[in-house]
T-cell receptor, first 115, second 111 residues
């Protein structure tokens, strides 16, 4: 079956602009996660959805970052007033959910470059 | 914060077993040990996880010490396609379902 997909694969924007990154999880997966990965580092947790609600958004770095999942499937990560430090690969993952933290399936990521 | 310690890099000859160590001396009784790997320019891929018993699947084996303070991921017959960064993750309790990745071990399989 289809895995997690993310669009666009690459996004180049200018400092101060607004960007949206999209994640299509595996069908039937109720849990969805966003991570950010800088060069040479492991993925850094941003936010976790269980269904439509953000169960944990403690990883969002500041109020310029926001994510939604209005119908419990597709999610959009939104970044306002982008800064050069926001440049990274943004990864999305989904899982069946559950208290034990089931296996997370990751998408290929969106590479964001802020000029 | 990552609760694991891994060597920064390792080499392994093709066809030989790759043994990747991980220290997690502060692991709690209800925390699982997970291993993921990330091939260049791809998203992380789940390998295996365990609580206290050794585990084996089609990709690897996970050996957890009796005191659970360390573990070893074993790739029995490494291939060039196993070259990747390997992450050992201990999932902290009461923090939802996110994983805290460290910097992992960069494994290079040499022909």
């Amino acid at each position: 079956g289809a895995g997690v997909s993310q669009t666009p694969s690459n996004k180049v924007t200018e400092k101060g602009k607004y960007v949206e990154l999209r994640c299509d999880p595996i069908s039937g997966h109720t849990a969805l996660y966003w991570y950010r990965q800088s060069l040479g580092q492991g993925p850094e947790f941003l936010i976790y959805f269980q269904g439509t609600g953000a169960a944990d958004d403690s990883g969002l770095p500041n109020d310029r970052f926001f994510a939604v999942r209005p119908e419990g499937s597709v999610s959009t990560l939104k970044i306002q007033r982008t800064e050069r430090g926001d440049s990274a690969v943004y990864l999305c993952a989904s899982s069946l959910g559950g208290p034990r933290g089931d296996e997370q399936f990751f998408g290929p990521g969106t590479r964001l470059t802020v000029l | 914060d990552a609760k694991t310690t891994q060597p920064t890099s390792m080499d392994c000859a093709e066809g030989r077993a790759a043994n990747l160590p991980c220290n997690h001396s502060t692991i709690s009784g209800n925390e699982y040990v997970y291993w993921y790997r990330q091939i260049h320019s791809q998203g992380p891929q789940y390998i295996i996880h365990g609580l206290k018993n050794n585990e084996t699947n089609e990709m690897a084996s996970l050996i957890i010490t009796e005191d659970r303070k360390s573990s070893t991921l074993i790739l029995p017959h490494a291939t060039l396609r196993d070259t990747a960064v390997y992450y050992c993750i201990v999932r902290p309790p009461n923090t939802g379902n996110q994983f805290y990745f460290g910097t992992g071990t960069s494994l290079t399989v040499i022909p």
